[in-house]
């Protein structure tokens, strides 16, 4: 029975790795890394096998998952060379398109892109997807399957990728919880304190969204009573630049995403 082969034993590898034994994931899994430290604690923390010679780790591939840093991409994949049987490729590279996948890797590798989030260690990370036009429709259920075993997966464009990918990270969550928290403790908040508090802002008010039985703005209207507290506050962070700097910082990323692919 061939794998799912994981090369790149980095974070992203140990999130999934976390969700699908999480899941109870039978099937065989194989981590490929040039780092001997790394494969000996994902070995230990999730019995998966592990391998320090990359043919030998594609050779047992029927999924392989590439998990390396964009500037690597490259150079892993000329290492490959010629590929003499059919495998489904998955590229979890922010930025890299599959053009230049199929390019530096081609035929009869079939490539696809996801973007999980690191949430999937607990099973509820969301998954984007998105597949080459001529990737098989049983390939699309299994790389489906795979992902949708650690959270949601969501299946879009590829020209809405790096937009998605500068949205969807966790670390918003984190970020806005951590400013969230730390404002709180200026005005008089404990620590402990303001993180409950401001944990709850965030995620109990999304939590109550995603239940879809009212809309965002019916939500904010009922939160947010015409000149009360709440109110005051979002006015003030808008007047502010709120939405402005949010918008920034978006376009940062997805310029960033943009210029994995430059040099290549």
């Not at 780092?35 to 070995?43: D, F």
């Not at 892993?76 to 590279?93: K, Y």
């Not at 790389?143 to 809405?160: D, Q, S, T, W, Y």
């Not at 109110?231 to 962070?237: D, I, L, P, R």
């Amino acid at each position: 029975m061939k794998a799912t082969v994981f090369l790149g034993g980095g974070r992203i590898t140990g999130a999934l790795l976390a969700g699908l034994r999480l899941a109870r994931y039978s099937g065989p899994l194989v981590v490929y890394d040039r780092h001997p430290e790394k494969l000996r604690l994902l070995k230990k923390r999730y019995g998966v096998s592990v391998e320090r010679e990359l043919q030998r780790a594609v050779s047992q591939a029927r999924l392989l998952i590439i998990a390396v840093r964009p500037g690597s991409v490259i150079g892993l994949l000329h290492e490959i060379g010629a590929v003499n049987r059919q495998i489904i490729a998955v590229s979890l590279t922010a930025g890299i398109p599959l053009a230049l996948l199929r390019r530096w890797l081609r035929s009869p590798v079939r490539w696809a892109r996801a973007m999980p989030s690191p949430v999937c260690r607990s099973g509820r990370g969301l998954t984007a997807l998105t597949f080459a036009r001529d990737f098989p429709a049983a390939a699309k259920r299994e790389v489906r399957n795979l992902f949708a075993r650690v959270g949601p997966v969501l299946e879009i464009p590829e020209r809405k990728f790096d937009a998605f990918t500068v949205t969807y990270s966790c670390s918003h969550g984190y970020h806005a919880l951590s400013t969230l928290a730390a404002s709180a403790e200026k005005a008089g908040l404990d620590r402990n304190t303001a993180l409950i508090a401001g944990a709850h802002a965030l995620a109990d008010g999304i939590t109550a969204w995603g239940e879809g039985n009212v809309s965002l703005e019916a939500l904010l209207h009922e939160a947010a009573t015409p000149g009360g507290i709440a109110a005051t506050v979002m006015e003030a962070m808008n007047r502010a630049g709120y939405k402005r700097v949010v918008q920034r910082g978006l376009t940062a990323g997805l310029a960033r995403a943009r210029r994995n692919a430059e040099p290549m």
